[in-house]
């Protein structure tokens, strides 16, 4: 799970454009300037390319903060090793 | 980077390691044009264009200045999310020269854009605007095995285009780019799709073929989306669940090439397409080296792989030719042995009056297109040159950034396609002008004489991070040396062979001084380009020791580079050690060694004497300090003395 964080909080900073982003399970879109619809695709899309999975949109839609994006990203790499 | 040619951009050259310090660097850049330009010309995944596009976008935004970037204000209509191609975009417009102002129609609103004077796309004045629409943007009703069904369906759609295209001319004066339509891959029947009136398949090829013959003969331009995504793949281009998750009308992966492929036509509209086609000689057009492997030897025959793959890039610039495209010839060799091939052997599809110029000489290749393009008074951002050596592709990159050079792959099977792909000549008109323009150029093969040096090369060859390495003849290196010695012809200085159990023994001789040579730099390592034997003579007059040249020959891969002039510092520094007070060289002439006959003129050698057979002797002081190139340097295998 700490790889996993480690990794995000690589492509948050990518994708934000912010060095300074913390990335915590509690974070949510609202505390992150920049992060609506358009970027959060762009964050999909990246963490899809990152870790080498795919998502279903309904995965990625309801998704209520950073943590559930973490732990959704630990079951699709789990099965897909 | 993926294997893909077209997705992954292939014949552009890999982004810098440091891209991202690059793009940070760019924001904070108060005229930062150029260096966007020079950074959208790599090969650029949808992420680092979307990081470059939003850099530019934001230098817009604050009015810094772009130039030499050219605005050019485009407006999108389409369905699916265009926001997130924006930035991509931009970034691929500045590849071609373009400061891109891109206006975006709010989300599914195309008629209402189209038809409202004031609205945003209208009211913003574009210079031109992308009619971006799909399958699921037009109103479409697919009834299978109705033929009354696909008539209607396809008039209706042509009909919808058509009137948006017309109002967007009459109300912001723009011209439309029209995309085809990429079929998507689900099918119905199978095979039969293709024969059962209605179905999607035939529904939207019919609509395709319509939207071609209703841009003819009017300002409006194609944009062939419809077969960029059949070559790369409709399974590929069309995901499904990105269209889902977030109305992406492809797959990220394709973004990249859409955006080149909008971007080139751009250029094409704005008269930026390249006019020149300047080709390297020796493994581009024929497999083989014509001054080592002869007319006999180089590959060039139908049923042979190599052949047939050089033969292709002799096709592909045959028919370039007949629609236009000028060529030129660029190659490292001396030019009655470069012309040999065009003359006389039998396979060559191209012919010497096929070209405007002929350069074959010594010179870099910089120097020399330079002088192409102005002789053909054409500018360097009109010529390619395809060349199969990554240093030369390097070198003409670095000394003249405006002409185009595309990167390729190590099988010659694949150069036309990538020269191909990379639509250098991207052209939205034909006209008999075009057709003649080749010999307008007067395709005498002529030879233009070299003006002034194209830039720093000094700069250049340091830039390479060039390092030499020195050896004594070895084991290991018993095999390279042999080929070498019997393979090489024309930077041989005597051309005497030597078997490998001579090459043995002269690892042991006491009497003989062996080098090998190899060079590593920044694109990768050469191997083993050199191999020096000099022979122990005690001098007549027993004034001292002298050292004769028995074998000097090098790869003319690495020509250019003072690899010599450091060669003969290493021979002068160990002939110093052993008490050799004199260096003596010799040039035996050859069919092939011409380009070496002043070899040792060049590298300060007096002439002792010359011999009725055009044999020249040559001396030279072991006192002599040669200047040393910029290139580190390396020793193996050798007890060196403290210098």
């Known amino acids: 799970m700490d790889e ?14 912010d060095e300074s982003i913390a990335v915590a399970p509690e974070l949510t879109a609202p505390e992150v300037p920049g992060w609506d619809s358009l970027s959060h695709i762009r964050l999909i899309l990246e963490v899809q390319r990152a870790f080498g999975i795919k998502f279903a949109a309904a995965q990625t839609a309801n998704l209520k903060n950073v943590g559930e994006l973490a732990e959704l990203i630990q079951a699709k790499t789990a099965a897909a090793a | 980077m993926t294997d893909d040619l077209y997705t992954s951009l292939a014949w552009l050259p890999a982004p810098p390691r440091d891209f991202a310090a690059r793009v940070k660097n760019i924001d904070a850049m108060p005229a930062p044009g150029a260096p966007c330009r020079a950074l959208a010309g790599h090969a650029l995944d949808d992420n680092q264009l979307g990081r470059l596009g939003r850099v530019i976008i934001r230098a817009q935004q604050q009015g810094r200045d772009l130039s ?39 989300y599914g609103q195309i008629a209402q854009q189209a038809f409202t004077p004031d609205s945003v796309i209208n009211s913003s004045k574009p210079d031109a605007v992308l009619l971006a629409v799909d399958h699921r943007g037009l109103p479409l009703r697919f009834v299978a095995g109705d033929e009354s069904a696909e008539r209607a369906a396809v008039e209706s759609a042509l009909a919808y285009l058509t009137d948006i295209r017309q109002a967007i001319r009459r109300q912001s004066g723009a011209i439309a780019l029209v995309q085809t339509i990429p079929p998507p891959p689900e099918v119905l029947f199978g095979s039969f799709d293709r024969v059962v009136p209605g179905t999607k398949r035939r529904v939207i ?57 909008v971007a080139r036509l751009l ?73 040999a091939p065009f003359q006389k052997h039998p396979e060559m599809r191209l012919k010497e009056d096929h070209f405007a110029v002929f350069q074959a000489n010594w010179q870099d290749k910089a ?9 053909l008074c054409l500018g ?173 020959l090098m790869s003319c891969r690495v020509l250019g580079r003072k690899v010599e002039q ?64 910029p290139m580190a340097v390396r020793h193996f295998g050798r007890e060196l003395a403290e210098v």
């Open chain 1, 4 to 17: 996993i964080y480690r990794r995000l909080a690589h492509i948050f900073r990518d994708v934000f454009e």
């Open chain 2, 68 to 106: 030499p970037l050219q605005p050019f204000r485009l407006g999108i209509l389409g369905n699916g999310t265009l926001d997130l191609f924006v930035p991509l975009l931009v970034a691929s417009a500045a590849r071609y020269g373009f400061a891109l102002d891109c206006i975006v129609a709010p």
């Open chain 2, 205 to 261: 090829e019919a609509i395709n073929r319509g939207i071609a013959e209703s841009v003819s003969g009017t300002e409006d331009l194609l944009l062939d989306i419809a077969t960029l995504a059949e070559t790369i793949g409709l399974g590929l281009w069309h995901s499904p669940a990105l269209w889902n998750m977030a109305k992406l009308g492809c797959d990220n992966r394709c973004m990249p090439i859409y955006g080149e492929h």
């Open chain 2, 267 to 339: 250029a094409a509209l704005r008269g930026r397409s390249r006019k020149c086609l300047v080709l390297d000689l020796d493994n581009t057009v024929w497999g083989g080296v014509i001054g080592d492997d002869g007319l006999e030897g180089i590959k060039l025959a139908q049923g042979d792989a190599t052949g047939e793959a050089h033969l292709a890039v002799q096709e592909m610039a045959l028919t370039l030719r007949q629609r236009g495209i000028v060529l030129a010839v660029s190659s490292k060799n001396d030019e009655a042995v470069a012309r």
């Open chain 2, 367 to 375: 120097t020399n297109i330079k002088a192409i393009a102005e002789e």
């Open chain 2, 380 to 552: 360097l951002d009109a010529m390619v040159l395809i060349d199969d050596n990554p240093v030369e592709r390097d070198l003409v990159r670095q000394m003249l950034p405006q002409v185009a050079v595309p990167e390729l792959p190590e099988d010659p099977a694949l150069f036309a396609r990538t020269l191909a792909a990379a639509g250098y000549f991207e052209s939205v008109a034909f006209s008999a002008e075009d057709r003649e323009r080749a010999e307008m150029y007067q395709s005498n093969a002529r030879r233009v004489a070299l003006q002034n040096q194209a830039g720093d090369l000094d700069s250049y060859l340091a830039s390479l991070e060039m390092e030499i390495v020195f050896g004594p003849f070895d084991r290991t290196g018993r095999a390279r040396i042999s080929q070498l010695i019997n393979k090489s012809n024309q930077f041989n200085l005597t051309t005497r062979r030597y078997s490998e159990a001579d090459v043995a023994t002269a690892e042991t001789d006491r009497e003989v001084f062996t080098l090998q040579v190899r060079l590593i730099d920044r694109l990768g390592d050469n191997g083993m380009i050199c191999a020096i034997i000099c022979r122990t003579e005690a001098d007549e007059n027993d004034s001292g020791r002298t050292w004769r040249i028995d074998t000097w």
């Open chain 2, 566 to 629: 450091m060669v003969l510092r290493e021979i002068l520094m160990r002939a110093r050690e052993e008490a050799v007070d004199t260096l003596v060289g010799v040039y035996r002439p050859s069919e092939k060694n011409a380009m070496v006959r002043d070899h040792y003129a060049r590298l300060g050698f007096s002439k002792l004497s010359e011999e009725a057979d055009g044999t020249t002797i040559w001396a030279l002081a072991c006192s002599t300090e040669i200047e040393a190139a």
